[in-house]
């Protein structure tokens, strides 16, 4: 069974960068057999909601409110999947999953973008 831990999360002022990480572990493990992997969020009060998708063949999808400033990729190798968060605004504070196929999720980690 694949398990995900989520680290890079914490406090950074509107206009900064953040990259998280997703480090997948399991026995055996290749992150490569994992079709979709995404980033996920939830503000509080709110419902979680999509962020940024890529598939296998590197195939990405991204919410309207993050296309151009944030960026996921795969390593494969290293069985991580990111997520560079560019020109933070403050509506993007939220906990951060990651997913494998939408089904297996990370413990989450905040991210907290100040005014």
């Known amino acids: 069974q694949v398990q995900l831990v989520e680290s890079g999360g914490g406090l950074v002022q509107a206009g900064g960068s953040l990259r998280l990480s997703c480090a997948a572990s399991?026995?055996?493990?290749?992150?490569?057999?994992?079709?979709?992997m995404g980033w996920y969020r939830q503000a509080p009060g709110k419902q979680r909601e999509e962020v940024a998708t890529?598939?296998?063949?590197?195939?990405?999808t991204y919410a309207d409110s993050v296309k151009g400033r944030f960026t996921i990729s795969r390593d494969n190798v290293k069985n991580t999947v990111y997520l560079q968060m560019n020109s933070l605004k403050p509506e993007d504070t939220a906990v951060y999953y990651c997913?494998?196929?939408?089904?297996?999720w990370g413990q989450g980690t905040q991210v907290t973008v100040s005014s």
């Open positions: 997913a494998a196929e939408r089904r297996t």
């Open positions: 399991g026995k055996p493990l290749r992150l490569f057999s994992i079709n979709t």
């Open positions: 890529i598939t296998r063949g590197e195939s990405t």
